[in-house]
Each structure stands twice: as structure tokens, then as C-alpha cells.
């Protein structure tokens, strides 16, 4: 709803979302999709790697979405460790 | 609806909103803002809906059933000793164990430093999550945000939820 606002104003953004459906429903601009715990969206506490993965993906989608409501699931883990 | 979200809404209800029903917005009707710059020359500002507030501000109102859909501005250089939280509604030990893992404020600063953004702005917003009446919201507190962020020059917002 907060994204919907900023866009509405010209600003371009991107929404990490822990529950699909909500995203489904709410209808943000772009939103990428994580399997984590309520408290932790982006990945566990001290993984950059995983954080930065996260991080990276919405920030591809801001730049490359196509469709309003673009809806991306991401497939990392919890915990996943990165490498490179 | 999933069980999960069938359940979550007659918790709600049960326990702080009676009337408590889901946004469901139109798929026609969705606001678009191309990026027109390179990332890298974007001014970037980052949300969260922690309930985070710098320590010398007003808290959320975190214990009213009918949550707050106020915001609190977080400066650019904050680091989670710099700030408090006010939401009851999510588990705090990630955040206080890595800030990054919901309000990733030093990532940001680093892809600062690194040229990956134009720059992270120098104001950033807190919200806290739990609103289940969120007339307000949408049509207050996020626009006056919406605002501010456009005042101030921003490109792009990174949301994160928790």
C-alpha cells in the first residue's frame, strides 16, 4: 500500500513481500517474493551473501519489469550459503 | 483465500478488529513509475515496516488494536544502537542480532560506496507494520511519504516488509 503511494507520486519502486498472496491481493507495483520468517524478509542475521542476493534480485526487477503487479518468487533458502 | 490468510484474518478479528477485512486492490488499476535513470545514478531511499524510530522520537503505537499507520524518519547513517523499536507483531531477535535482515541501511551504504546506486538518500522511513485499518494509510501517512521522498529528490524506494 506504502509502495502504491510512492509510485502514484513518479517514484519507481520495489516491494520484498514474505506472503505471495498478500502481494497477490494488495497488488504492489513489482514485488519480489521470500520464504523467510516474519522479522527477518531479506535472509538470516549476518548472511550478506543470501541478504545481498535478495537485494539485488528487487533491484533488477525495479529496473526491468515490464507489467504492473510483476510478482517474482525467489528461490533461496534460509540460510543458503552464497557463493560468489 | 489460503488457510494461512483465513486463519490470520479471523485472529484479527477475534482479537483486535471485528470488522477486519483484507485490501484487495484492481489489477487494472495498478500505479506505474518507469525508472528512467542507470541505477547507478539514483538517489535510493529505503522502508521498512519495523516499527523503527530513532531514540529521541515518539514510539508507535504498537498496542492499539487498530495499529498506527504513522512513520518515523531514519537518517541514512543509522545503525540498529541508534534506534528502538514499537511493534509488537513480529519476533525482534533477527533485527537486533543484523539490522540488514529487515532495515539493510549499511547494505545500502555500501552499494553507495561501490557505485552499485546513485546514492542511498539521506532520509529514510519507518512504518509500523501492523495496521489493520489502513484508511489512513493509504490515503495520509503514505502519500505525505510519497511526498517528502519526491521533495527530496528520490528515484526509487526499496520496501521491506517484517
Redesign the interface.
Known sequence: MIARAIEKRGIATVTVSMVRELAEQVKPPRTVVTKFPFGAPLGDPLNRGLQEKVITAALDLLQTAEKPGSIVDLPYNWKEKIIG | ??D??LKMREFIREKWVPNFE??????AD??????NKR?NQCKVAV?S?GGFYQKADHPFDAENPAGDPSYRSIPKTATRADLAIAHT???????N??L???L?LE?FRQYERRG??GELAETNYS?MGYIPV?GE??NTT??E???R??AAG?????????
Open positions: 483465500m489460503s494461512f490468510l483484507y485490501v484487495v486492490n484492481d489489477a495498478i500505479p506505474w513509475a518507469k525508472l541505477l522502508i515496516t507483531h513480529y519476533d525482534h531477535k533477527y533485527v542480532e543484523d540488514n535482515v529487515a539493510p547494505i552499485i546506486i512504518f489502513a494509510l493509504i503514505a502519500p511519504v510519497a511526498e521522498l519526491a528520490v528515484d526509487a524506494v526499496f520496501l521491506a516488509p517484517t
